[in-house]
């Protein structure tokens, strides 16, 4: 995987992993010395706009700290022993299990791990009862509507979800309608 870099306002570092959807940014995890990550993390949330490239000193996209993401975000920090160095995310409420409403960021080491982690953030943040089972109906329906649309994306894999929950509540009637996912009744039959 090749070295991606920052840069805003002088102060620059390492980039392991980030996703952004044109120029807004919603990830980002970097390694530098403490002060250019704190500045870096200072200038994201002013809305500066930064660099990122796989160059250190050129080139490059540039792109802010999205909106919503500026708006309510955690900043987590580590010092890293062996080399003094500093790594930092600056993650949205957006990407967290627990966060409020119903849009949503899915950070996934693997892609095979989105239809999974698709259905535990869906099943949080809406009130339709969903079942384990159609993970993977939920997660090709939310590519084909575009309710779940890919990041451009280093290091992680990510998609932004803005579930339309009346789409989704006649989807789901008539895929439960015409047989194409099981009932939870049938399933718990079957495994009887």
Known sequence: METMHIRCAGFAGAVDAYARDGADLWFISMISNQQSIRALWARLLKGEPAVISDDALMGGRYCTLAPQARADCRFHTARLPATGATHAMLVPSAALYAGEGPD?????????????????????????????????WLWKRGLDSGDVRPLDAHGIHAWRCVPDIEALQTALGRALRGHRIPLPAEELANAA
């Open 104 to 136: 949503f960021l899915l950070l996934a080491r693997a892609e095979a791990e989105a239809p999974a982690l698709h259905y535990r953030f869906l099943s949080r943040r809406i009130d339709l009862p969903l079942h384990p089972t159609w993970s993977e």
